[in-house]
């Protein structure tokens, strides 16, 4: 299985470095990650045990699996597809993106950003069951007692209701 970690445009060297953690990729290959993609953005990880390609850094890990991280791409979409966990930043953009793909995501907020709505978000959408929410911190133990089964379907995109809210705040019948 794939699990794949993003920040967006950002910077969050908290999460990249803690996904890449030997930590964190004993607890994902223990619930079945044999792959882990990581779009770091332009934050520092360490690459000594990389192997630049490119654009691309990759490491096979110890006891199977391989670890392959890239900077960015024109657009995630197919990321998001292919994978079988998503593990982002709390940026509303990529959140809508994967919830209406119905793909299993923790949000990890960025709390270096301006007035920290990313945790706002992050906190809304957990307690509606549809994210599980972490820390860097508390990442790891988040991934270790993850069960995608308990997360809650995001409602299908409806434009008829922005329509009835335009009519409402108008003043339409």
Known sequence: MLAFVTVGSTRFDGL??????DNALD?????????????CGNSDFDTSRFTRTGDTWTR??????????WRFKPTLQEEY???????SHAGSGTIL?????????IVVPNSSLMDDHQQELATSLADLGH?????????????EKFNRSKLVPF????GSRFREILDEEMGYP
Do not use: M
């Open 131 to 143: 994210v599980e929410a972490a820390t860097v911190q508390n990442l790891v133990p988040v991934i």
């Open 60 to 69: 096979r890990q110890e006891g199977g699996g391989i670890v392959e991280v």
């Open 81 to 87: 597809q292919r994978a079988d966990l998503v593990i």
């Open 16 to 21: 990249v470095q803690q996904a890449l953690s």
């Open 97 to 105: 993106d994967v919830l209406r793909l119905q793909k299993p995501l």
């Open 155 to 158: 409602p299908a995109f409806d």
């Open 27 to 39: 607890h994902l290959r223990s619930k079945g990650y044999t792959q882990l993609v990581v779009q």
